[in-house]
């Protein structure tokens, strides 16, 4: 029998690319779908093809008692909803499958993230044990590791820092648009300067940063009131007060998590892995990008590191350490909206055979977000 799912959230910018990701693989051939909405209830549901049981309309996202007839509930409605929603619909008595795209849940003892090309034994470890929460991971932790996880499974790692370079659509489709709304008016502001060809490099470059200073409120409204169009920002996220920010704290806590490392419920009582990170945001429209450093608990050939991490999943694409593959193959541009997660740069470096250097790219809209939950639904059916 057909898993009866319910989607929520199915039309923000996580939500749609999850309906394009589950219309090309055909998932809605093999469920009953009935989408939710908080705001356009009782109006006509999407069509989807090969989707031929699902209801024509769209039902209420706040109706817990309609909630409570789906086997598996796929969110991407955001934070807001999941603490709203969960706890009454879970106190109700509804014991089926919740799938989620928001953080709230996230390190829940009784919550699994899930990354299935790279914990799927921890997946089926905890739905042998009846846990029924599985929540997508943070957008850069999942990237890092569909890109590097060859390395943790084989248990080499001692220690991990990465520098992250986290685009604009970390932040949502408003963060996009601020972005290229700012690139625009810096053109705006020296389009006749460019224009001609005496004018002085150093004058446009004053202008340009005249304007990135000018920048009203309103206009860098999504990034605090600074300006990303080409700027970078140091800091993502909540400030810990303790030097660090809610996603760099997100690095080392998730990562353990994914691998189900310091899981007592999992019955892993191993050391966690000291994992550092530094966040940073850049002006780029999609696309997480990573600089890893790893010290390795023992000295392993650099050519057989090489093999592990080509050969560790269908989608990671080994790209040799050189000027013209690491430029042409490296970069958000080339990856943006594909599933490959490019790892590159791999080197050992100058403080030892046990320090190895690396740098990835991932589409933070699709494995860092999209992809594991509609993965999820597969595992489930399974």
Same mark, same amino acid.
Request: aromatic share 6%; charged share 20%; hydrophobic share 40%.
């Given at each position: ?143 890092? %590791?569909?890109?590097?996880?060859? %390395? ?75 300006? %990303? ?62 600089? %890893? ?90």
């Amino acid at each position: 029998m057909a898993l009866r799912v319910g989607l929520v959230g199915w039309r923000g910018m996580v939500g749609s690319v999850l309906m394009q990701r589950m219309s090309a693989e055909r998932d809605f051939d093999t469920i009953e779908t009935t989408f939710f909405s908080t705001s356009s209830a009782g109006k006509a549901a999407p069509e989807i093809e090969g989707c031929k049981t699902y209801d024509p309309i769209l039902q209420d996202g706040n109706d817990v008692a309609k909630l409570k007839g789906m086997d598996v509930i796929i969110t991407c409605q955001g934070g807001d909803y999941t603490k709203t929603i969960y706890k009454p619909l879970r106190e109700a008595g509804w014991k089926g499958h919740w799938i989620d795209a928001s953080k709230i849940l996230r390190m829940n003892d009784d919550a699994i993230i899930i990354l299935d090309p790279i914990n799927m034994p921890v997946i089926k470890n905890a739905l042998a044990k009846g846990i029924k929460d599985w929540i997508g991971g943070n957008c850069t932790v999942s990237c890092m %590791l569909m890109g590097v996880g060859a %390395l943790y499974k084989a248990g080499l790692v001692e220690w991990m820092q990465t520098s992250t370079y986290q685009a604009a659509s970390g932040g949502g489709a408003p963060n996009m648009r601020e972005l290229l709304t700012q690139y625009g008016a810096l053109y705006a502001e020296v389009k006749d300067l460019l224009n001609d060809p005496a004018s002085a490099i150093l004058e446009i470059d004053r202008k340009v940063t005249a304007k990135q200073n000018a920048f009203t409120s309103e206009e860098a409204a999504n990034f605090r009131g600074i300006p %990303l169009g080409g700027n970078l920002i140091p800091w993502i996220d909540a400030d810990r007060e303790d030097g660090t920010s809610l996603e760099e704290w997100k690095g080392g806590a998730e990562t353990n998590k994914i691998m189900g490392i310091a899981n007592k419920i999992l019955g892993s009582n191993e050391a966690p892995i000291p994992i550092d990170s530094t966040c940073i945001r850049v002006g780029a429209m999609r696309c997480h990008s990573q600089s %890893l450093t790893f010290k390795l608990k023992k000295n392993v050939p650099l050519a057989d590191i090489e093999q592990m991490i080509a050969n560790d999943n269908e989608w990671v694409k080994f790209v040799p350490n050189n000027r013209i593959d690491s430029e042409k193959q490296l970069t958000p541009a080339v990856v943006s909206g594909t599933m490959n997660i490019p790892v590159g740069r791999v080197r050992k470096l100058a403080m030892g055979p046990q320090y190895l250097g690396a740098f990835t790219v991932g589409d933070q809209l699709l494995w860092g977000a999209a992809e594991p939950l509609r993965r999820m639904l597969r595992v489930l059916q399974a």
